[in-house]
């Protein structure tokens, strides 16, 4: 699939976002992992949520990237954040079947969690489980996302 993933975080979620680069680094399915930071013992570690999360959206937006995984204290400033990106589809998501949906159902680019909420290992392999959905343009849920689009357009 030769994915092109960013993965960021603020402090609140810089061991998770280290450890899932890792699991990025080393999937057949990832070509690259682009890292926007934070980073341990460098002068950003103490950027704010919405810097991290805005850059991933518009690295999505720009097209230097397919997907993000961006992990804060919840998730949630994260996907707040990406999704001001025009174009741009954000969702916390800590079960199996929400992150299934997000794709299948939302064609969500970007996945945010929440160090602070789930367990590293779940967090490990909702990412996993996560690379393996692709959204279906010709599915029904596609109508119902381009209306988002269409919103977004006005
Ligand atoms: O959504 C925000 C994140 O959880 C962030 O890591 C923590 O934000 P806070 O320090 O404002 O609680």
Redesign the pocket.
Known sequence: MNYRIVVGC?D??LDYKEQIAADLRADPRVAEVIDLGVHRGAEDVHRP?PEIGLAAGEAIRDGKADRAVLV???G???ALSANKVAGVRATTAHDSFSVERSVLSNNCQVLTL?QRVVGLELARRLVAEWLGYTFDERSASAAKVSLISEYERC
Do not use: K
């Open positions: 603020d609140a979620g949520y804060c204290g919840t949630i400033g994260m929440g």
